[in-house]
C-alpha cells in the first residue's frame, strides 16, 4: 500500500514537500514515481527515483524546480516542489514501478490515492 501526503494550497513562487509511504511487500520494486492528473487531463509524467541505486529522472516541465528522493529506511519516497506554479495544480499520486519504462503510468503496478496540490494567488 501507498499513503500520499503533504498537499494543500500555495502561492506561486512557494513550496510544498510530498510525501509517499510503503508498506506492505515492495521486494518487486524497481522504482518510485510521481505522476499528477489536472481536471480534464490525462495523469502525466513527473518525477521518478530508482529505488536501489536512487538515480533520478524528470518531465521537463518540472525539471530544476523539483526534487525526487528516498528513504530506504523508511520506505518513504518524496517530492520537494518549490518555485510552484500555477500549472502545477493537480491530483498528485505516487506509485510503485515493477518493471523499466517509468516514465509511463503503465509500469506501475501499485498507486496510492493521491494529494491534492493547488497553486493560487
Known amino acids: 500500500q501507498l499513503q500520499a501526503s503533504g498537499g494543500g494550497l500555495v502561492q506561486p513562487g512557494g513550496s510544498l514537500r510530498l510525501s509517499c509511504a510503503a508498506s506492505?511487500?515492495?521486494?518487486?520494486?524497481?522504482?518510485m514515481g510521481w505522476f499528477r492528473q489536472a481536471p480534464g487531463k490525462d495523469r502525466e509524467f513527473v518525477a521518478a527515483i530508482n529505488w536501489s541505486y536512487g538515480s533520478t529522472y524528470y518531465s521537463d516541465s518540472v525539471k530544476g524546480r523539483f526534487t525526487i528522493s528516498r528513504d530506504n529506511a523508511k520506505n518513504t519516497v518524496y517530492l520537494q516542489m518549490n518555485s510552484l506554479k500555477p500549472e502545477d495544480t493537480a491530483v498528485y499520486y505516487c506509485g510503485a514501478a515493477t518493471t523499466t519504462g517509468w516514465g509511463a503510468a503503465k509500469a506501475y503496478k501499485y498507486w496510492g490515492q493521491g494529494t491534492q496540490v493547488t497553486v493560487s494567488s
Open positions: 506492505g511487500r515492495t521486494d518487486s520494486r524497481s522504482a
